[in-house]
């Protein structure tokens, strides 16, 4: 997509909500696989391979559609992964959470400390860092985090793991404000890329390596 489409949609979310909703409601009764068909050969100018796919980026279309894990559901879910993680590797190594809601009413920022993150528990994207409340215009962010509530985000890509997932608001404690953001590729279980991302905040910087496991 290009930078120009991609902030002609961010307008449109944003003072026209109800077009979003209504375009992903007249595309929620295209079938999955039809929908990334259409998807891939848009973007990619090229039609999938979907009997024998070869790229990442095919893969992970056709993970779409024929893959099903109850467990990934249960890891996109920011607040279900929660759990997991504690019983995986411990609590210890879990963001100390400040607040769980089903409703932004429910939320009282009066007694929130004067950092912290608010994020939508079934989707991507969806996070409020907030490093001084009082600068912060609650009743417009209020507006956005209703918008997030009534977002299911499967519908954009047809990542199924968001289909199911409860929408609820999570208010996590601040860490800081550069992050470095760590990641593992893994293929059969077993991790062969990183990546790292840093400066977030002010102009995401990112490198990839390969982990060049003996067997590759």
């Not at 996109?76 to 009413?105: F, T």
């Not at 939320?107 to 400390?113: R, S, T």
């Not at 950092?115 to 009082?134: E, P, R």
């Not at 860490?175 to 991790?191: S, V």
Request: net charge positive; charged share 30%.
């Amino acid at each position: 997509m290009t930078k120009t489409k991609s902030i002609f949609h961010k307008i449109i979310d944003v003072r026209y909500p109800w077009v979003g909703r209504s375009i992903r409601r007249l595309t929620s009764i295209i079938p999955d696989k039809q929908y990334i068909s259409w998807q891939y050969q848009r973007h990619m100018g090229k039609p999938i391979n979907w009997e024998n796919p070869q790229t990442f980026n095919e893969k992970l279309q056709w993970m779409k559609v024929y893959w099903r894990d109850p467990l990934a559901t249960k890891c996109a879910d920011k607040y279900a992964v929660r759990e997991y993680v504690e019983e995986i590797i411990g609590e210890q190594y879990l963001n100390k959470l400040l607040g769980i809601y089903d409703n932004v009413e429910l939320i009282n920022f009066d007694e929130l400390p004067n950092k912290f993150v608010i994020k939508a528990t079934h989707g991507s994207a969806m996070n409020l860092i907030c490093s001084d409340k009082t600068k912060v215009d609650w009743q417009i962010e209020k507006k956005k985090l209703n918008r997030w509530l009534k977002t299911n985000y499967y519908y954009g890509n047809r990542e199924w793991v968001y289909k199911d997932i409860k929408p609820r608001i999570i208010c996590e404690d601040y860490l800081g404000d550069n992050i470095t953001d760590y990641k593992l590729y893994c293929f059969h279980g077993e991790p062969k890329y990183w990546f790292v991302a840093t400066d977030r905040s002010s102009g995401v910087k990112a490198v990839f390596g390969n982990l060049k496991f003996p067997s590759l």
